[in-house]
């Protein structure tokens, strides 16, 4: 595709279930990284990916937190047992290299009922 | 660990008034430098970067900002600004130590009045 896709838009979840955010990189593209925005916060670091393989999660905020990507392409970011805590918009970039700037997504706003 | 720091959470101004949203980043080393801007339920759109090169670079929509290695700032401006420059401006650094990850600072909401 053209940009960076992101599904669902919107979700809310009640409190305890799991959810799934899924994100489609521009082709190519080899880094993708997934960021936290919080109301009146800035963009929290979760975690990057080079190809499949993920050599920085160090900032996923706890064990509930978990991403794959396949085929060096779409990635997933699996949240278990949601708190409102973790209601947020997630974002997801992507780049041709780590040294370009990062093509954003419009973002998946998560609430937790 | 590199980090960014936006000084005003919030910058109200006229229409057709300059502007300046001050950014300044902590890091001893060569790094990259972008402004991204953010419309409401939009994601980050970048409005330009600084890779290498000339200080002072030029972006999108009349915008533009100066890499002061001294001062460690990469404050953008706008000569003069319009309704629709309305939105959430945030500055961030990457490839400090090593690392590509983008570090994004807490954003500054521009207003702009008639």
């Known amino acids: 595709g053209a940009g960076v896709s992101q599904s669902p838009s919107n979700k809310v979840t009640e409190k305890g279930k799991d959810v799934e955010l899924r994100c489609d990189p521009i082709s190519g593209h080899t880094a993708l990284y997934w960021y936290r925005q919080s109301l009146g916060q800035g963009l929290e670091f979760l975690i990057y990916f080079q190809g499949n393989s993920a050599p920085d999660k160090s900032g996923l905020p706890s064990d509930r937190f978990s991403a794959e990507r396949t085929g060096g392409s779409v990635s997933t970011l699996t949240i278990q047992r949601t708190q409102q805590e973790d209601s947020a918009v997630y974002l997801c970039?992507?780049?041709?290299?780590?040294?370009?700037?990062?093509?954003f997504g419009q973002g998946t706003r998560l609430t937790v009922v | 660990a590199q980090s960014v720091t936006q000084l005003d959470s919030q910058v109200p101004v006229f229409e057709e008034a300059p502007v300046e949203l001050r950014c300044n980043y902590s890091s001893s080393v060569s790094v990259y430098l972008f402004w991204y801007v953010q419309y409401p339920n939009q994601g980050l759109q970048l409005l330009l970067k600084?890779?290498?090169?000339?200080?002072l670079v030029k972006g999108i929509n009349g915008f533009e900002a100066e890499f002061n290695k001294s001062q460690t700032s990469f404050h953008l401006r706008k000569p003069s600004v319009h309704i629709s420059d309305t939105a959430e401006y945030f500055c961030?650094?990457?490839?400090?130590?090593?690392?590509?990850?983008?570090?994004f600072g807490r954003g500054t909401s521009l207003i702009v009045h008639p």
């Open positions: 600084y890779l290498s090169g000339s200080t």
């Open positions: 970039a992507s780049t041709p290299t780590v040294q370009t700037e990062a093509f």
């Open positions: 961030a650094v990457s490839g400090s130590g090593g690392s590509y990850i983008p570090t």
